[in-house]
């Protein structure tokens, strides 16, 4: 059900947080058709709302029927409740991943966009060790992102497509700087593309902050 399209009802649930109805016939008639006739099919004649709520949100409403009349008891309204906080929290925890998933996928978006190679680093072990990369870098560098995320930044430098003596320079350079450093770092290189055409490369490195600490690297 859309409940927005019942104003009224979650006005109740709001102050009452759950409505027993002895007879559905009193709450019926606030219902679409189509709920009515869901009713009618299932011959409820008792009926109890509960809202899922957290603190910060309204997640639903759980609405349980019977097809008999019934007074619902003390104890089965601590069960319902009971019941009702567990899918309160199952809900939440689907909408705060949905949440973080889209904030995920618009953040590979981002990063795929942008036309420079980039690294993000989070504290761990010497140089730190690889977020995320985008699509850029595994092209400039020959290694598939799926091989990169996870790795330390010195088994990264080990595995991109870059001249020996370029990694060992940037093993001096990136592995000295710890991740929280902030400080930043800039250099150059000159590599041969694995298709085969020369490419001049700059880099930069630099902290990234949330809020006022350093919370990883990105190159």
């Known amino acids: ?115 420079d190679g980039v690294v993000m680093v989070l504290p761990q072990g010497r140089g730190g060790y690889v977020l995320t990369v985008n699509e850029r870098f595994t092209d400039l560098f020959d290694i598939p992102e799926s091989r990169a995320e996870g790795l330390s930044m010195i088994d990264l430098l080990n595995q991109i497509q870059i001249p020996q003596d370029t990694r060992e320079e940037l093993r001096g350079a ?5 991740v929280r450093d902030p400080a930043t770092q800039r250099g150059e290189f000159h590599m041969i593309h694995h298709q085969g055409y020369p490419v001049d490369i700059e880099w930069y490195s630099a902290p990234v902050y949330q809020d006022s600490h350093v919370l990883g690297r990105i190159y």
């Not at 709302?49 to 104890?75: M, N, Y």
């Not at 809900?91 to 981002?110: F, G």
């Open 1 to 115: 059900l859309y409940l927005s399209d019942y104003p009224r009802l979650l006005s109740e649930l709001d102050e009452h947080r759950v409505l027993t109805y002895r007879n559905a016939d009193e709450i019926r008639d606030q219902f679409d058709p189509l709920v009515r006739g869901f009713m009618r099919a299932e011959r409820t004649r008792s009926i109890l709302l509960f809202a899922l709520h957290s603190a910060r949100r309204k997640l639903g409403v759980i609405a349980i029927g019977t097809d008999k009349t019934h007074e619902f008891t003390p104890q089965e309204l601590h069960s319902y409740r009971t019941v009702s906080e567990f899918l309160t929290l199952s809900s939440m925890a689907q909408t705060l991943q949905q949440e973080h998933d889209r904030v995920q996928q618009a953040r590979a978006a981002l990063l795929d966009a942008v036309t």
């Open 174 to 178: 990136w592995l000295s700087t710890p």
